[in-house]
């Protein structure tokens, strides 16, 4: 089974770069202290790199 991540939205998108907002959408993160998981990929860890300063990221 591969590694999972667990990815937590810890600042607010208000101000944000478009293309920040985006990738936060497209990881499925909307409000603030939502919560997803998804499967550790290079893509998703680019996408997470790209907002690493709004999200708190748990290895599962």
């Given at each position: 089974m591969a590694k999972q991540l667990k990815i937590t939205l810890v600042k607010s998108l208000i101000g944000?770069?478009?293309d920040m907002r985006k990738n936060a959408e497209s990881l499925g993160?909307?409000?603030?202290?939502?919560?997803?998981?998804?499967?550790?990929?290079?893509t998703i860890r680019g996408m997470i790199?790209?907002?690493s300063?709004?999200?708190n990221v748990e290895e599962k």
């Open positions: 944000a770069r478009p993160l909307s409000k603030v202290n939502s919560v997803v998981v998804k499967e550790d990929t290079p790199n790209k907002i300063h709004l999200v």
